[in-house]
């Protein structure tokens, strides 16, 4: 037989069981909306004294001893751990590759009216104008002008784009530059989140020195790995601890309450001359170098090309000069085009037996020694280099009657020996235009080589051709990504969310418990009295 | 734990659900609103290539057309200019033919001759026809009248109101110097013929001393010419009108014959005018020959017109292909599209109805 106090006791360890579910439940509800939390349940398990009973019912009784808590666990999904921490690496990488090309996508939305579709054709239509009247005053200005709008637009698009590149990497020279950069601010949130991860551990170390997990710092671990893992595919290795170990490419970053190493990163400019003064060769084509420095021993220069995960993977990418379609190929392939527009119409407006008009805009006169002087397109800057961001109309061109030197006219017999060779009077002469015109359709000459001899409006298309079907293919992989990593949360949520019913119910079973455990302990708290009065 | 829900997956795959409706619906008020299917690259990265193509393309058939209105006019305005010449130079073929056949009397041949130089001012102002400020006919010197009279001078060098050549100023002396314009892909019309080709010239100089200041004299006191090219009408009105006057000369030096003049003076100066009226008849076949030159350039331009109304036809059709292709890739089906946005609007609104009641909902509200 089991004693009164016995009784009153379980019902006592039943109450405070009951009242640590419902503490348990409260949490639940408290974080319902935690990112990151995990349910925690509670397990009850029953008390027993572990006595000889033999035959003895009275002792069999006497095993039951109440109620215990026997652990507060959280509800953990296979889904969550490195392999969707690889799928967040893959989603964030994904994504921001399709926001750089949509970036330089909407920079070439030609039905939105952006692009150098229309200012090439306008090019060409005042070539053709000036062809019907070539010692017309405001058909030289007019076709000026249109050249200006083609290397405006050419100078636009191109600032456009260092500008976008500038924003992902910096500008490779100023540090300036590059701490307003998304690496820069990348790199200072993985460095942050290192920090985290080894307070979490050191945390988890302190915490843990049992059996029973820490759930909320376990929650709290998830996370930050969650979060690190959208900037790199890092490797991370749970120890038997709770803590975690994590390395890149085999070099650790935190191990145990440490930070191992810290990233930093450092300018194009910078890591030239790192490399010149220790007698590197300098690979580096980007304009931000991320570094490794290591709590003990040597920091790593350049490890951009372990970091190819991850936003930082994909913002490295948008600017690298490798294959693929992002603002640095676009640019080179912009600067080509330049290059391309300056070398055709520079050579035929400078060839032997063009000629233009002298100032009184009647007669015409020989092309001087200078051809230089004569050209249509040159560099703004003074380079000898024409790229899209610096190409310009000659300003000679654009002076008060500098029109006049456009070479509308050409006489193939032109003999500089013998004066007889051209007709000083023919204004009308346009066969130099119309050559120029004809560079729509024959691209055969010498200057057309670096395009491979198609027509700038052709080699104009393929280079929207290649930003549109990048853009398809990225947003595509981009939008496959998405629906895998946000139907592997939904599971995640499913699965170790906290449901409000579920808790309700739960609230409601452990008060009924609490309250019936209680009415025992009345009970019991009465038995005794009554026991109590029988010696009065 | 199987089938277990959470109540936040179900918010956040509500709110995934609302926003795809929402996308949806946007999409499509976006394409009605504008009338497009297709309204960035982004909307369609294949179709939007071939849409700037077209667009491109259409592009080139608006300069072609307008390149065909211009080369049409001045092609018509040059035609009709020729056939103004070649009436005039039929007329002094007539003149030519009555004065040849020796019947006109001293005081016709001068009023043919005040004709003649009249027909050959308007000639050459026919000649120096301008079409858009430039002169038709100078070839590509088009800011120089392409021809211009010469006129004569005295025994002391002073001019005369004598017409004595018509010069040609033009380019393509030797040579055939066009102006062109693009009316399709690297294809080029040519819109003018030189005035030399059409019309010829008749350049003729005084012959001055080594001062270059004192003319040069014949037997007879007069001054000297020399004539550096003779061609078509232009050759022809000129040797029509020096053989007018030559004419008209030996009838003068008839009627001034003194009373005592042998008969062999008479016969020689009668035997001189016959000479001079075989001339003028033997001029008759070089009209024949300048106005077949002008009608063979005539139909030249006939054939160019004919060439660029079939152009202009080609362009048209094409420009209509292109503009309904484009449209056919480009513009929204209204009557489809406005369905569809009916039911985006439809579901948009059931799944924020649903969303809403579903999260309301839990056991708090039975408690």
């Keep these: 037989m089991s004693s009164l106090l016995t009784t009153l006791g379980m019902s006592s360890s039943a109450l405070g069981v009951n009242q640590t579910a419902i503490s348990v439940v409260s949490n639940n509800i408290a974080n319902m909306n935690t990112e990151g939390y995990s349910k925690q349940k509670v397990n009850l398990g029953a008390l027993f004294l572990d006595i000889p009973i033999g035959n003895n019912v009275a002792s069999q009784a006497k095993t039951n001893a109440g109620v215990e808590v026997i652990s507060i666990e959280r509800y953990t999904t296979t889904f969550i751990g490195s392999y969707y921490r690889d799928q967040l690496s893959e989603q964030s990488y994904l994504n921001k590759e399709q926001q750089a090309i949509t970036n330089i996508a909407n920079m070439f939305d030609e039905l939105k009216g952006q692009g150098l579709d229309t200012a090439i054709e306008d090019f060409y239509a005042a070539l053709d104008n000036l062809n019907q009247y070539p010692s017309d005053m405001s058909a030289r200005i007019n076709f000026l002008d249109a050249a200006q709008t083609l290397t405006n637009s050419m100078n636009k698009t191109a600032s456009n784009l260092n500008d976008l590149k500038e924003l992902s990497v910096g500008d490779g020279v100023s540090y300036e530059s590059l701490k307003n950069s998304e690496i820069y601010t990348s790199i200072q949130a993985i460095n942050q989140n290192l920090e985290k991860l080894a307070n979490i551990n050191s945390m988890i170390t302190r915490s843990q020195t049992g059996t029973l997990e820490n759930n909320s710092l376990l929650d709290q671990r998830d996370q930050?790995?969650?979060e690190l893992s959208q900037y790199a595919n890092f490797k991370t290795t749970i120890q038997d601890n709770g803590t975690v170990t994590l390395s890149l490419n085999g070099t650790k970053l935190v191990g145990g309450t440490n930070?191992?190493?810290?990233?930093?990163?450092?300018?194009?400019q910078q890591y030239d001359e790192y490399c010149q003064m220790n007698g590197i060769v300098n690979t580096n084509e980007s304009n931000a170098v991320i570094m490794l420095e290591k709590t003990n021993g040597p920091t790593l220069q350049n490890i951009n090309d372990r970091m190819d995960t991850g936003l930082v993977g994909a913002i490295l990418n948008t600017s690298s000069t490798q294959e693929g379609v992002n603002v640095n190929t676009v640019l080179n392939d912009l600067d080509t085009l330049a290059q391309t527009i300056a070398n055709v119409f520079n050579e035929l407006q400078t060839r032997e037996g063009a000629f233009y008009l002298d100032n009184a805009g009647g007669t015409i006169q020989l092309s001087n020694a200078n051809l230089e002087d004569y050209e249509i397109f040159t560099t703004s800057d003074g380079s000898a280099n024409i790229t899209a961001s610096n190409i310009s109309i000659n300003s000679l061109l654009l002076e008060d009657g500098g029109y006049n030197k456009i070479a509308t006219a050409y006489f193939p017999d032109y003999d500089p020996l013998n004066p007889d060779s051209v007709d000083l009077n023919a204004?009308?002469?346009?066969?130099?235009?119309?050559?120029?015109?004809?560079?729509?359709t024959d691209n055969t000459s010498a200057a057309f080589d670096s395009i491979g001899n198609i027509s700038l409006s052709d080699y104009y298309s393929g280079i929207l051709g290649k930003i549109t079907s990048a853009t398809t293919a990225k947003t595509n992989a981009a939008t496959s990504q998405n629906a895998v990593v946000s139907s592997l949360d939904t599971k995640t949520k499913e699965q170790t969310g906290v449901d409000l019913n579920e808790e309700l119910t739960d609230l409601v079973k452990f008060q009924t418990a609490y309250s019936a455990s209680s009415r025992v302990f009345t009970t019991c708290n009465t038995l005794l009295e009554t026991l109590v009065n029988l010696g009065l | 734990m199987i089938g277990r829900v959470?109540?936040?997956?179900?918010?956040?795959?509500?709110?995934?659900?609302?926003?795809?409706?929402?996308?949806?619906?946007?999409?499509?008020?976006?394409?009605?609103?504008?009338?497009?299917?297709?309204?960035?690259?982004?909307?369609?990265?294949?179709?939007?290539?071939?849409?700037?193509?077209?667009?491109?393309q259409l592009g080139k058939i608006d300069i072609w057309s307008a390149n065909i209105g211009s080369l049409t006019n001045e092609i018509k305005q040059s035609s009709e200019t020729i056939e103004l010449v070649m009436e005039k130079g039929q007329r002094a073929k007539d003149l030519a033919t009555s004065a040849a056949n020796g019947t006109s009397n001293k005081d016709n041949l001068i009023s043919t001759l005040t004709e003649l130089d009249n027909i050959i001012k308007s000639v050459v102002d026919m000649a120096n026809t301008s079409y858009n400020g430039n002169y038709i006919y100078g070839g590509t010197n088009t800011k120089t009248q392409p021809y211009s009279i010469q006129y004569g001078i005295d025994a002391d060098g002073n001019p005369t109101d004598e017409i004595i050549g018509i010069k040609y100023n033009g380019t393509a002396i030797?040579?055939?110097?066009?102006?062109?314009?693009?009316?399709?892909?690297?294809?080029?019309?040519?819109?003018?013929?030189?005035?030399?080709?059409?019309?010829?010239?008749?350049?003729?100089?005084?012959?001055?001393?080594?001062?270059?200041?004192?003319p040069v004299l014949d037997a007879d006191g007069n001054p000297t010419y020399t004539e550096n090219s003779n061609s078509g009408i232009m050759g022809d009105l000129i040797d029509f009108r020096n053989a007018l006057s030559d004419t008209i000369k030996k009838l003068e030096e008839q009627e001034n014959l003194p009373e005592n003049a042998t008969q062999a003076e008479k016969d020689a100066i009668g035997a001189e005018i016959k000479a001079c009226y075989d001339s003028i008849n033997g001029l008759l076949d070089g009209f024949d020959d300048s106005i077949t030159q002008m009608t063979t350039v005539n139909s030249k331009f006939g054939t160019v017109t004919n060439k660029l109304e079939m152009s202009t036809e080609a362009l048209s059709t094409s420009k209509l292909n292109l503009e309904e292709y484009i449209s056919g890739i480009q513009d929204l089906d209204i009557t489809e599209a406005i369905s569809q946005w009916y039911t985006s609007q439809t579901?948009?609104?059931?799944?924020?109805?649903?969303?809403?009641?579903?999260m309301s909902m839990s056991l708090l509200n039975y408690m």
């Design chain 2, 174 to 214: 030797d040579g055939d110097w066009k102006r062109q314009l693009e009316i399709a892909d690297g294809v080029f019309e040519t819109c003018n013929v030189t005035g030399m080709a059409a019309f010829g010239e008749c350049d003729v100089e005084p012959v001055y001393q080594a001062d270059g200041v004192t």
């Design chain 1, 427 to 440: 204004v009308g002469n346009a066969d130099n235009i119309i050559a120029m015109i004809n560079t729509k």
């Design chain 2, 6 to 56: 959470s109540s936040s997956a179900i918010n956040s795959t509500l709110v995934g659900h609302i926003q795809n409706n929402y996308l949806d619906f946007a999409k499509l008020t976006e394409q009605l609103s504008t009338g497009k299917k297709i309204n960035s690259i982004l909307d369609d990265t294949l179709q939007s290539v071939n849409i700037i193509n077209s667009n491109r």
């Design chain 1, 259 to 268: 930070v191992l190493a810290k990233f930093n990163v450092q300018t194009a």
């Design chain 2, 347 to 358: 579901a948009y609104q059931a799944s924020m109805q649903t969303a809403t009641s579903i």
């Design chain 1, 224 to 226: 930050v790995l969650n």
